[in-house]
């Protein structure tokens, strides 16, 4: 009877050793099932929305090249694969921590057209046209994606553009072959790209799953860009064909618009959670400022006692979110054209001010929550990738073309979808936009402003050191949803992937509703909830970001955590 035990006891050990192994074998892939781990690798990773991309990436950083290298091929690659979000004709954010600690941020978002105004989404008695600002040309901003790669390219690149981009030339030539929720998007869609370009373009076809799609138009305009640059995209021929087609269907974009178009280098938002400290985007992007509110707003109260998804957990951060989001659709805005009070927004004594009315009890109604009041103050679709590389460099990028293939609105000649961004400006003071975000007069449009946007990409250092590269898709859920894996991994003690797993939940101040992942929630606890005045809905939103991140173990090695609710992929070596 011993004997056999103990040969149990040994296979078993062996089968445990095998596992572990194999779980952490070079360029092998995170399982698309509920893991408790991640990938785990050595040296480099990328974790992004489709596994092209991820390869191509990890590919750039084994032949030498780094993060920001693999940046440029990984948002690239994702042009071709994930056109829902990836695009020549979009923009985004990225947050870097370099070898030597230091930090900033990037700021490659849209801008409103010379020829912008104020009320141009509204009809001739003042009300707001949403189709205006969501679908078709007039809701293209200029783009800002190639500025923003090439600026990247040109401070810390260490590979030539043509090295960066012939694997993606490649991809985009030889095809990729489209998923069963890629299919399922398509299909979904189909009618309103047909509607919007008037006739068939390439991603309107009849395509089923494993079938391969070849992009050869963007394949061109990508080997034109390698040989002329960012002026390919924004003065030479590719910028005529994009603005002739704009323009062809009603858009105001024009070639001086493009020309005048230029990516901006910002500080970032910078903030300590307990034994954290945080690095996250700064404004025009708003997620930075209200993940610091939440977050500091949460700081005083034991969370890991409370537990994870718990009642008074799920309590104390929908207050503070909705205390964040409240002043976040009054005070955020473009940097450049408003006043924003971050350093007071992010104080401690202004954030205790903020909670001093928050209760257990009972629910404090949005209803009776405005913008906090600052002495003096006058005035869906997205993706994400983390990358770290070799060196010790991080990043983590968040782009986007706003909603599903952005206006729906394609480029034949150049092979991409051009975004519907112009919807993230307040189209009016008090009306919301397509996420049900409330604007006021910070974020109202005007000519060459940017668009304020919720994508939070965000690095964290741990005793000095890199620990945790995340961020998410998502709209208004954006800010919450990574705040959230931040908790899960720093109060709960999951893993990166376990974080990654969990179901979320959201609320945004208006409307008064906390959003919950389906099924994923205990009904007596939903039930206490709305016992104590919450608004409990399970059914508006089947996600809640599709989280990608890479977290450093103790042993110096990197888990990545690839969420299950997309294709999204970790590959490294």
């Known amino acids: 009877m011993n004997f056999t035990l103990s040969k149990v006891l040994k296979y078993t050990f062996f089968a445990v050793l095998l596992v572990l192994y194999t779980s952490s074998c070079k360029n092998s892939t995170s399982k698309k099932t509920i893991a408790t781990h991640g990938l785990i690798t050595q040296k480099a990773m990328v974790v992004s929305a489709r596994e092209e991309a991820s390869k191509i990436g990890a590919g750039i950083m084994q032949k030498g090249g780094n993060a920001f290298d693999a940046m440029i091929a990984t948002e690239m690659a994702l042009a071709v694969t994930y056109p829902y979000a990836g695009s020549l004709g979009g923009g985004g954010f990225m947050v870097y921590r370099s070898f030597d600690g230091q930090t900033g941020a990037l700021d490659y978002r849209e801008k409103a057209p010379l020829a912008a105004t104020k009320d141009m989404f509204l009809d001739t008695v003042g009300n707001v046209v949403p189709e205006k600002s969501q679908v078709g040309a007039l809701a293209v901003g200029v783009p800002g994606t190639i500025a923003g790669l090439f600026e990247v390219h040109k401070k810390f690149g260490s590979l030539s553009i043509e090295e960066i981009l012939n694997p993606v030339v490649a991809l985009a030539e030889n095809g990729f072959v489209v998923t069963k929720k890629q299919k399922e998007r398509l299909t979904k869609h189909k009618a309103l790209m047909l509607k919007t370009n008037i006739d068939n373009i390439l991603f309107t076809h009849n395509y089923k799953e494993k079938d391969t799609i070849k992009n050869i ?4 305009t990508l080997k034109r860009i390698i040989k002329n640059g960012p002026d390919e995209f924004y003065k030479g021929e590719t910028a005529k064909k994009l603005v002739a087609r704009i323009q062809s269907y009603g858009g105001i974009i024009t070639l001086e618009d493009l020309a005048r178009y230029k990516a901006v280098w910002r500080k970032p938002i910078r903030f300590d959670y307990k034994d954290l400290s945080i690095i996250s985007m700064s404004p025009p992007s708003s997620g930075g400022v209200c ?15 409370y537990g994870h998804n718990q009642l008074k957990t799920i309590q104390l951060i929908t207050e503070a979110e909705r205390r964040a989001y409240a002043d976040r659709s009054y005070y955020l805005g473009d940097p450049d054209f408003v006043k924003i009070p971050i350093d007071t927004l992010i104080s401690e004594s202004y954030l205790t001010d903020r909670m001093s009315d928050f209760t257990f009890e009972k629910a404090t109604p949005s209803s009776e929550i405005n913008r906090g009041m600052i002495q003096g103050y006058e005035s869906d679709e997205t993706t994400h990738y983390s990358i770290v590389d070799q060196f010790g460099n991080a990043i983590a990028v968040t782009i986007t073309l706003n909603g599903a293939y952005g206006s729906k609105l394609y480029v034949p000649e ?8 112009m919807d993230d400006f307040s189209a009016k003071p008090g009306v919301p936009n397509m996420f049900g975000l409330i604007g006021a007069e910070a974020n109202a449009v005007a ?35 990574v705040m959230q894996t931040i908790l899960n991994v720093s109060e709960f003690g999951m893993s990166m992937q376990e974080a990654v797993n969990e179901p979320r939940f959201h609320h945004q101040w208006l409307p008064d509703t906390i959003v919950f992942e389906p099924k994923s929630f205990d009904t007596v606890l939903l039930s206490k909830l709305q016992q104590k005045g919450y608004n409990v809905n399970e059914k508006k939103s089947i996600i809640i970001g599709k989280v990608d991140g890479i ?3 103790p042993n110096g090695s990197l888990e990545g955590g690839a969420d299950r609710r997309g294709d999204d992929t970790a590959i490294g070596f």
Request: proline share 9%.
């Open 217 to 220: 138009p963007l394949a061109k």
């Open 291 to 305: 993940l610091a509110q939440i977050m500091k707003m949460l700081e005083p109260y034991p969370l890991s006692e």
């Open 414 to 421: 150049i092979g991409t979808f051009l975004n519907n961004e």
């Open 447 to 481: 000519p060459e402003k940017r668009m304020l946007s919720s994508m939070t990409p965000t690095i964290i250092e741990k005793n000095n050191e890199f620990w945790m590269s995340v961020g998410t898709p998502g709209g208004s859920k954006i800010i919450t949803s």
């Open 551 to 553: 977290l450093k173990l």
